[in-house]
């Protein structure tokens, strides 16, 4: 219990002390009008209160990542909470932050745009294509997995294919009205029973100080399958809650909510650290039934993650408590699901230049978004593998994505002279971890571990190397940066 409390605090420290260090490095000027009042729809840009924009963003970036994620990271040992701790402080919440901010100064433009912007027109036009495959992979899984947690919770005539329809319906209406009309109204009900879950269970916590990992017992793989190293394996298994690009397919909806750019620490590096306290607190109570003293406990390291949810809020919570975390648990995919399809379809308006104010236009966009999750839900249902595989898929494109996204930024603050050792660094790991999982990973290339490692590191050393040689040549910014000051 001492690493996890250490941890929790690095976490609030991190906030207050790197989150305002990253603020600075940014330079926020809260005398410019935000873009949810000069481009003011009534649709998509709506001012917003700040409280209200912090807790949609914590739900649009929480899914289950932060809770399936951090449980299967805990079987990996005490060094998942060494990723969670640093990845966040350092990678996820610069990350969110940076996105989010130049989304805001850009008026309110989405994650390919930006991209585009920085990178270039070829990587625009990839990272359309590639966010939105993501952000409808994230619906498709996002509609699955509630459903089966509400199929659990109800009676058995409302079996996974009656919840299925519901919350698909949910998302169509969620996706199509004014972002202030079901987001901004029932959102803040949800972030509060996810929020009761993570500290409650942190309660329970201290009062039964189970014996977990400590990281003097070491930092080996503890992991029951030898062949997930820990590099790559868990900087991939525990995304949010460290790391994840599709935070930075969220910001964009909140950026264009934000009446104020002060508030831009508060909604994307806060909400981030939150997501990590999230994750921090379930790899904490998932060592606690995968380890018994240290040992580990073969029984309950087979169990599926939704299980151990389920285990240890009964056991932990009681059953009003448990009712309440698992409809948490429950609450944060069906947020992230309808918000993944909401910016897809303003991924696609912003690219080919779509006015979203009429309902008509909208549709356009959306039905075929909407169709072709029906036929990736077909497949998993009738696939009991399919929905793993996508899931896999899943983690290692949103990393993918969140790498795309960091150097995006390092451009950023190279080309506007700010210091661009805060992206840089957090870019360069996370093109190591992707390169080395693409390698090893059962659906990759099923290279050696060690091969593996070294290929990812190297490319890692190549990206350094080019970036380095482009600051060196660079003289102007390119045609393509606009200074926003």
């Known amino acids: 219990m001492i690493t996890f409390t250490c941890s929790l605090i690095a976490l609030v420290v991190g906030f207050f002390v790197y989150g305002k260090f ?36 914590f739900l649009n970036i929480a899914g289950t990542g ?24 350092f990678g996820g919440a610069v990350h969110d932050y940076m996105s989010g901010m130049l989304s805001l100064r850009h008026g309110g433009e989405s994650l390919p745009e930006t991209i585009g912007r920085y990178l270039g027109l070829s990587a625009k036009k990839a990272m359309l294509v590639f966010s939105t495959i993501l952000l409808v992979m994230v619906g498709t899984v996002f509609v699955y997995s509630p459903a089966l947690l509400l199929a659990d919770l109800t009676p058995q005539s409302l079996d996974v294919m009656f919840w299925i329809v519901v919350v698909f319906l949910y998302y169509v209406l969620a996706t199509m009205l004014p972002i202030d009309k079901i987001i901004g109204k029932i959102y803040p009900l949800f972030a509060f029973a996810l929020l009761f879950m993570a500290l409650g269970l942190m309660a329970m916590l201290y009062v039964h100080h189970p014996a977990i990992p400590e990281l003097w017992d070491g930092l080996q793989n503890r992991h029951p399958d030898a062949s997930q190293p820990i590099f790559p394996c868990l900087f991939i298994t525990i995304a949010c809650g460290a790391i994840s690009g599709f935070h930075g397919t969220q910001s964009p909806l909140m950026a264009r909510c934000l009446k104020d750019e002060r508030h831009g620490r508060y909604v994307f590096y806060g909400s981030m650290i939150t997501e990590g306290i999230v994750a921090l607190v379930w790899a904490a109570v998932s060592s606690y039934l995968f380890y018994n003293n240290g040992v580990a406990n073969e029984a309950n390291m087979s169990l599926q993650a939704p299980a151990v949810v389920s285990k240890i ?16 648990v429950v609450a944060a995919p069906i947020t992230s699901g309808d918000t993944a399809f909401r910016s897809a379809r303003l991924i696609i308006a912003d690219f080919f230049h779509l006015n979203q104010h009429r ?92 091969i593996s490692q070294i290929i990812g590191v190297c490319f890692a050393v190549a990206a350094f190397i080019f970036f ?18």
């Open 66 to 89: 932060p809770i399936f994620g951090a449980i299967m990271g805990a079987l990996f040992g005490s060094s998942s909470y060494l990723w969670i701790v640093f990845g966040c402080i």
């Open 22 to 57: 990253v603020e600075r490095v940014f330079g926020i000027k809260p005398d410019r009008q935000t873009p949810a009042y000069s481009l003011r729809d009534g649709v998509d840009y709506i001012p917003m209160p700040t409280w209200k924009v912090y807790m949609i963003q």
């Open 468 to 485: 380095w040689v482009w600051k060196i040549k660079r003289i102007d910014p390119a045609p393509c940066v606009v200074d926003e000051d």
């Open 313 to 328: 809020s009964r056991e932990w919570l009681g059953m009003f408590g448990s009712v309440l975390a698992i409809l948490g």
């Open 359 to 450: 309902i008509i236009s909208r549709l356009y966009i959306a039905v075929p978004l909407f169709l072709t999750a029906i036929v990736l839900l077909y497949y998993n249902i009738n696939d009991k593998n399919g929905f793993n595989v996508i899931w896999r898929y899943f983690g290692w494109a949103n990393q993918s994505l969140a790498t795309f996204t960091l150097w995006a930024v390092t451009v950023y603050l190279t080309t506007h002279k700010k210091l661009y050792w805060v992206s840089l660094i957090p870019a360069l790991f996370m093109t190591a971890v992707c390169t080395a999982y693409i390698f090893v990973a059962p659906e990759g290339l099923k290279f050696p571990v060690t």
